[in-house]
């Protein structure tokens, strides 16, 4: 019997090798510009960057973009839900329908949501609205087709069984598609939230609406490397932040569920 | 049963497994040799550690201590001499490989030329009733025939020892019985020495010239049993043979001895 | 995306051959077409500028890309493209398999790559535009760093997950390190890697459009933001067609490479199904 058993000693040797690995790639980034590999004006210290990033933090203008950027992201990504469930659920349930629109999909899916950025910046300028067109269609795709598959998963058996004790058919939503489909509307909820994000950002970068992308792309513009760096690592921590939230969102909601879903392909 | 060359000495083989939760004692004191062209049965209660003894023998564990001997040279890894038929074929035979891919993998890499080596497979189809299948892939193969395909795969190899785990355990009655058929049809034509692991105690008496009864982990052999009935044996008349009768219910009460606790260790 | 057109087969009997073909055009034909004539007349009827109507935008089609725009523009753009996913697909398989296969690299490597893949992909424009300047290895270095990370991670979980009785086997036979690794890890993974494959080319030809309309003189994105920048309306709807049409070919195109690559993967999931 060993006191720290093998399981923990192991788990504990994991978290020490990550951290050697981030403090690794710091130490490599640190070295480059030092050794003159890369001239400091194109890639800055790391001191440097991680210094301008503790100078936003307690810059309020900083948390005024950020929230810019987030409330963007917070509408498009509620109204794409809210559209995806509900035209999914109805066209999932419709064998008509899925039939009638399946090509229609098919074409409008893979059409890349940032060609639409000219268009909704015809529409309505340099305003959120443009931004929310680019959110609201990128992450409209992820839901709409989670909710479509998952209506489709409902098992044949429970659905005849529900019909014979004759179920209304509020009752069969509530009791028989709502839980098949919950674990794969969490699933496209998880990825919307990822693509929404990037939307956000991105949108803010080309269209110059407020908000952190806009601030990246002046960065860029002034040359201001350090500024710049720090505002992607910003981005990368909010989009771990987001990651993290909604696996764990999703994590709690399934808990019931004998199977946490895995990744779906899409 | 020609020569009586010992081909296989297992000698105080011990195995303990370390875990967080502490150590376990899957095998106690086995020890047992096998003369060249034997058929030999091991039974035994569920979870007395069976697999591991074959794992041992295949050289795919190494014992805590005690010696494995094939021909008089200890395993320390995997040999050309020996092939595993494992319980769950399903998982055994790769599905993107057609049988025909199945069954040549193993010859890749031994030295032969490409006609050698399709004589082999083409051969090692036939001796199981495959060789019209050959293009096909497992997955659109019944349970019985792609277990005949992984006997393909070991016979193929061309060791000396067939080692097999359990083989017919996921497969219905009928099938079952014509695998044990196929079994004693290959030891018998190209003598090949062969354990065979079961839980089966029917099974055991019927295919082996010996049965090794295994007691409770951790596991000594509790009897060596040889198997005194004709050397021709059939489905229906040999099952019917007072002398069958005497011998399962001899292994039978065995095994329920060692259930209980009652054998006595070496 | 395949997901749910298996939905589809539903129960058709007792009709003749001819409303059979006609309902089996119908249905995939039918809303498009109802939707483009819809367009076409609110189009004409509204007189916005920012939706001419369908007729306006194809024959914009015909003369902004038919012809030298599709050396100067539309072929550069692919290019790019290509060598983008090409690149993403060597460098994830390649890396994601060594990490699969080797658990201290994995345990090495895991948060930081957490972070990396957490980076909003387009947000490297900039950075790439400083180190690398306004050239095609640029756009290409930035589509390869959004679009690996789907393929890298699919990779890896993909090795990861190998059947421990498939690797079992292959050791019992000895079967070679090579051969291990073709016939074993790579095969089994595939079907992870596939999925990560189908990620990456949405996001590689996300990022090849916001490079160019960021960072360039030519090229679909650069195209379409200047019909926009400068009000040609039709021109630019074409574009965004085009987009579409690229968009499609390669959804198609994967589809396609899928069904061979994976064929055993779909037949025993077909098998399963009866």
Redesign the interface.
């Given at each position: 019997m060993r006191v720290p058993s093998t399981r923990r000693l192991r788990a504990l040797r994991r978290a020490m090798l990550g951290v050697v690995g981030l403090t690794g790639f710091l130490l490599i980034w640190q070295l480059i510009p030092t050794l003159g590999l890369i001239n400091p004006l194109y890639l800055p210290y790391v001191t440097d960057v991680l210094a301008r990033l503790f100078e936003q933090l307690v810059d309020l203008a900083f948390w005024r973009r950020l929230g810019s950027t987030m409330t963007s992201w917070a509408i498009g990504l509620t109204v794409a839900t809210i559209a995806a469930v509900v035209l999914g659920t109805v066209v999932g349930l419709v064998p008509f329908l899925r039939r009638a629109t399946h090509t229609m999909v098919e074409f409008l899916r893979p059409i890349p949501s940032v060609a639409l950025i000219p268009l909704a910046v015809l529409m309505f300028g340099i305003q959120r609205q443009a931004a929310l067109v680019i959110i609201i269609y990128a992450s409209f795709w992820q839901v709409f087709v989670q909710v479509i598959y998952g209506v489709a998963d409902v098992d044949a058996v429970a659905r005849d069984t529900a019909r014979s004790f004759g179920l209304t058919r509020r009752e069969q939503l509530s009791h028989l598609v709502l839980p098949t489909t919950l674990p794969y509307l969490m699933t496209g909820l998880r990825l919307a939230a990822a693509v929404a994000l990037i939307l956000a950002i991105t949108a803010e970068m080309v269209i110059g609406n407020p908000g952190l992308g806009r601030m990246i792309e002046l960065s860029r513009s002034a040359g201001d490397a350090p500024g710049l760096y720090a505002l992607v690592v910003v981005t990368g921590l909010l989009g771990l932040t987001v990651n993290i939230v909604f696996r764990f969102v999703e994590r709690r909601v399934l808990s019931w569920h004998q199977s946490v879903r895995g990744e779906e392909p899409l | 049963m020609s020569d009586r060359r010992t081909l296989l000495r297992v000698e105080h083989l011990r195995k303990v497994y370390e875990s967080a939760t502490g150590d376990v004692e899957a095998i106690g004191d086995i020890s047992f040799t096998m003369d060249a062209g034997e058929l030999i049965c091991v039974v035994g209660p569920s979870g007395c550690g069976k697999t591991t003894l074959l794992k041992c023998l295949a050289g795919l564990l190494r014992p805590t201590s005690g010696v494995v001997e094939m021909d008089g040279a200890p395993v320390t890894g995997p040999s050309p001499a020996m092939a595993v038929v494992f319980q769950e074929y399903g998982r055994s035979l790769y599905p993107w490989l057609t049988v025909r891919g199945n069954v040549e993998l193993p010859l890749r890499h031994k030295k032969l030329t490409r006609a050698a080596r399709s004589r082999l497979v083409v051969d090692a189809l036939e001796a199981v009733g495959l060789a019209h299948a050959a293009r096909s892939h497992p997955w659109q193969l019944s349970g019985g025939m792609q277990q005949r395909v992984a006997i393909a795969r070991a016979i193929a190899y061309q060791p000396d020892v067939l080692i097999m785990d359990e083989p017919f355990a996921a497969v219905d009655a009928q099938t079952r019985a014509d695998l044990e058929d196929l079994v004693r049809e290959l030891h018998a034509s190209r003598s090949i020495s062969v354990v065979f692991v079961t839980h089966d105690i029917d099974e055991s008496v019927y295919l082996g010239q010996r049965v090794l009864v295994l007691s409770t982990s951790p596991t000594w052999v509790q009897e060596d049993l040889a198997i005194d009935l004709p050397p021709e044996r059939d489905q229906i008349t040999t099952r019917a043979l007072p002398r069958f009768t005497q011998l399962r219910t001899h292994v039978y009460d065995q095994i329920q001895r060692a259930k209980r606790g009652q054998a006595v260790a070496p | 995306?395949t997901?749910?057109?298996g939905?589809?087969a539903?129960t058709r009997r007792g009709r003749t051959v001819g409303s059979r073909i006609a309902a089996g055009l119908a249905?995939?034909?039918?809303?498009?077409i109802l939707?483009l004539v819809l367009w076409g007349v609110v189009a004409t009827r509204a007189t916005s500028t920012?939706f001419p109507d369908p007729l306006t935008i194809a024959e914009a089609f015909r003369q902004t890309w038919v012809g030298p725009a599709f050396v100067e523009d539309v072929l550069p753009s692919l290019t790019r493209l290509g060598l983008g996913i090409a690149a993403s697909i060597v460098v994830g398989i390649a890396a994601g398999t060594v990490i699969g296969l080797t658990q201290?690299l994995r345990?090495?490597?895991?948060?930081?790559l957490?972070?990396?893949r957490?980076?909003?992909?387009?947000?490297?424009?900039?950075?790439a535009?400083?180190?690398l300047g306004i050239t095609d290895t640029m756009k290409v270095v930035v589509i390869v760093s959004g679009a690996v990370w789907p393929i890298l991670l699919?990779t890896i979980e993909g090795v990861r997950g190998t059947?421990s009785?498939?690797k079992?086997?292959a050791?019992?036979?000895?079967?070679?390190w090579w051969?291990r690794l073709w016939?074993?890890v790579l095969?089994?993974a595939?079907?992870?890697i596939?999925?990560?494959v189908?990620?990456a080319l949405?996001v590689a030809?996300?990022l090849m459009?916001?490079s160019e309309?960021?960072a360039s003189s030519s090229g679909l994105?650069y195209r379409?933001?200047y019909?926009?920048r400068n009000?040609l309306?039709a021109e630019?709807?074409s574009?965004?067609l085009l987009?579409?049409l690229v968009?499609?070919f390669?959804?198609v195109a994967f589809g396609l490479v899928e069904r061979r690559v994976l064929r055993?993967?779909h037949?025993?999931r077909e098998?399963n199904r009866v």
């Open positions: - | - | 995306m997901a749910y057109t939905r589809i539903a249905y995939p034909l039918g809303l498009p939707l920012f201290w345990d090495l490597l895991e948060p930081l957490e972070f990396l957490a980076i909003p992909p387009p947000v490297l424009i900039p950075v535009m400083l180190l699919n059947d009785v498939m079992e086997t050791r019992s036979f000895q079967v070679s051969e016939f074993l095969p089994a595939s079907p992870r596939m999925a990560g189908r990620q949405s030809l996300i459009v916001i309309m960021f994105g379409i933001a019909f926009q009000y309306i630019m709807w574009g965004i987009l579409g968009g499609v390669l959804a055993w993967y037949g025993i098998v």
